[in-house]
């Protein structure tokens, strides 16, 4: 037989009464789950869970054998609990997505998301209006990253047929050490001269790691939490 609560503690009943924002984050991931099982609550089980993952922030990153590996957790509940957190990267990330791009952290928590984890480099364009706000954005190469395979001419004519008055260079560090090398200090430099003979301004360089990432521009390394 599988524990219940008493309607008092019931996570659906408090958000009835209460509304949904009064909350606890134990309570909010009760309602995903629904029920325990014989030996827990669901409120335990939610509890359980979070411990064992690390605690709530750990949420965004769990996967699907994380979650399948604890007890009470078995397929649809894992499913379920992973669509809710795709739900919420994507509904962050239209709004980041509409944000005017002002300084390197804007620009990371745009990309951060698609690009952190990677296995392989991917050299990514943004094109910018006047008001720093994305008008184009375009994965241009996948591989080993170097300047002989990121040409300026196929970079900046992306820019030109949407008319771009600034651009934003970005790239990953699979290995997660977000320090640039020599080459990509260089191949910075060669986009800037061209960008200036061009009017179209090579506004950063980012180069993103594992919860970190490096502005060619600042000359500075952040770190990120969520």
């Known amino acids: 037989m599988i524990k219940t609560l008493p309607l008092e503690e019931n996570p659906r009943e408090k958000a009835l009464t209460y509304g949904i924002e009064n909350l606890s984050n134990v309570e909010l991931l009760a309602l995903i789950l629904r029920t325990g099982h ?12 979070l411990k ?7 949420l965004s990153n769990v996967t699907y054998a994380d979650l399948t590996a604890l007890k009470g957790i078995k397929q649809a509940k894992a499913i ?11 509904l962050k990330d239209v709004s980041t997505m509409e944000k005017s791009l002002l300084n390197p952290l804007d620009i990371f928590e745009r990309v951060h998301n698609q690009l952190m984890f990677l296995k392989q480099e ?11 706000k994305v008008i ?22 992306e820019a ?18 977000a320090l640039p090398s020599e080459e990509d200090v260089l191949l910075t430099s060669q986009f800037q001269k061209l960008g200036e003979m061009m ?15 490096y502005s060619i521009q600042a000359k500075q390394l952040f770190f990120y939490h969520e």
């Not at 014989?38 to 359980?48: A, F, W």
């Not at 009017?199 to 990432?213: K, R, S, Y």
Request: charged share 20%; with cysteine.
């Open 38 to 49: 014989k030996s827990e609550s669901v409120i335990q089980l939610s509890q359980r869970l």
């Open 52 to 58: 064992q993952i690390g605690g709530f922030a750990q």
């Open 80 to 90: 379920e609990i992973l669509s809710i957190i795709e739900i919420a990267k994507r």
């Open 122 to 132: 991917h050299f990514l364009l943004l094109c910018l209006d006047n008001k720093n």
């Open 136 to 157: 184009k954005e375009k994965t241009i190469f996948i591989g080993s990253l170097n300047m002989s395979v990121v040409t300026p001419r196929e970079v900046f004519k």
């Open 160 to 177: 030109i047929a949407v008319n771009s008055a600034k651009i934003v260079l970005i790239h990953n560090h699979p290995s997660g050490d």
């Open 199 to 213: 009017a179209i301004e090579v506004m950063d360089h980012i180069i993103v790691g594992w919860n970190q990432f």
